[in-house]
C-alpha cells in the first residue's frame, strides 16, 4: 500500500557562500539536508542545539522553525556549503518526516555519502534542451537514494504508529481531502462520503494530527500553497484561487497565522536567498 501512497513532490539541490556568523531564520515546507563544505553550521530548533564538524551534515524535517548560524573556516573568510530541499507526501497530505524522527545532524561518513548525492544532484538542476526527461528521473533517482539513507538512520516516531494503526479509515479521507484542496472545507461532505459520524471524525483527527478535520485540511491546502510560492512563477492571485482561498487578503490572513509571514515576503525571502544567493 505504501508504494502507492509516497510520492516526490519537490527535489532541488543548491551551493553557495555566506559570511562568518550570517544567521538565517527559516521554516520552509520541505525536508532539509545540509553540508558546510567549509567552516560549519550551528543550528537551533525545538529539536535542540547542535554543531556540525568536518563532514557531518545538519538535517531537519518540513515545516520546523530553525536558526542557522553560519560559521567560517577563518574570520575574514566566507562560510561554503551545498545543500537538498525535498518533498516526499504520502496520500499527497503528509510529509514523510512527520512519520520519523530525524537526527539533527549525521556522522562524517554518512554526510560525505550525502554529499556526494547532492553534488550529484547538482548537475541535473538545469536540464539541457531535450534532455529535460533524463535529468527528471535522475533527480527522481536521486532524491529517493537520499530519503533512503534519511530512513536508515531515522526511527519512527509516534505519529507514525497512530497514522498506521489508522490508515485504511484515513487514506481514503486524505486521498479525498488532496483532490479538492481547492474546495471549502466542507466537513458534512466528509461525513456523507465516508460514512462516519461527526463524533468520530473528530475523534480521528484528534488522535492522530491533534487537530479538528476542517483544521487539518486547511494546513494542507497552505503546505501546498507555500510549496506553489517556492516552485513556481504563478501569481498569490492564482495561487490563492487555486487553493480555495476567496481573497487574496484572506489567503494572506491565513498564511501568515500559520507561517508568521505574508506570501509575498515568504516568496521574496526564498527566491532571494535560495535563488540570488543560493544561501541556506
Avoid at 530525524?102 to 556522522?107: H, S
Avoid at 538545469?126 to 534532455?131: A, N, S, T, Y
Avoid at 479538492?180 to 466537513?187: F, K, R, S, V, Y
Wanted: aromatic residues 12%; hydrophobic residues 40%.
Amino acid at each position: 500500500m505504501l508504494d502507492s501512497l509516497l510520492n516526490l513532490q519537490f527535489v532541488e539541490a543548491g551551493q553557495g557562500s555566506q559570511a562568518n556568523g550570517w544567521i538565517h531564520n527559516k521554516r520552509i515546507p520541505f525536508i532539509i539536508v545540509a553540508q558546510a563544505t567549509s567552516g560549519n553550521y550551528e543550528v537551533l530548533s525545538k529539536n535542540g542545539h547542535i554543531v556540525t564538524q568536518g563532514m557531518e551534515a545538519f538535517l531537519a524535517p518540513a515545516d520546523i522553525e530553525l536558526s542557522i548560524v553560519h560559521h567560517a573556516a577563518k574570520d575574514d573568510t566566507p562560510m561554503h556549503f551545498r545543500y537538498a530541499h525535498l518533498q516526499f507526501m504520502i496520500s499527497n497530505t503528509i510529509d514523510i518526516s512527520a512519520l520519523f524522527q530525524l537526527p539533527p545532524k549525521t556522522d562524517s561518513a554518512m554526510g560525505a555519502i550525502l554529499g556526494d548525492l547532492i553534488d550529484q544532484l547538482l548537475n541535473y538542476m538545469h536540464p539541457q534542451q531535450g534532455l529535460e526527461w533524463i535529468y527528471a528521473a535522475r533527480r527522481k533517482e536521486l532524491g529517493y537514494r537520499i530519503l533512503n539513507i534519511l530512513l536508515d538512520i531515522s526511527e519512527p516516531n509516534q505519529f507514525h504508529e497512530h497514522f498506521f494503526n489508522e490508515a485504511n479509515v484515513l487514506v481514503p479521507i486524505l486521498t479525498y481531502m488532496s483532490d479538492n484542496l481547492g474546495n471549502p472545507e466542507d466537513i458534512d461532505k466528509l461525513i456523507s462520503r465516508f460514512h462516519l459520524s461527526r463524533t468520530a471524525l473528530f475523534q480521528l483527527f484528534k488522535k492522530v494530527f491533534e487537530k479538528s478535520p476542517k483544521a487539518y485540511w486547511k494546513q494542507i491546502r497552505l503546505q501546498e500553497a507555500y510549496k506553489m510560492l517556492c516552485a513556481t512563477n504563478k501569481s498569490i492571485n492564482e495561487i490563492a484561487d487555486q487553493y480555495g482561498f476567496s481573497t487574496r487578503n484572506h489567503f494572506s490572513r491565513e498564511f501568515k497565522k500559520e507561517y508568521n509571514m505574508t506570501p509575498s515576503e515568504a516568496r521574496t525571502h526564498y527566491y532571494h536567498l535560495h535563488h540570488s544567493h543560493r544561501s541556506n
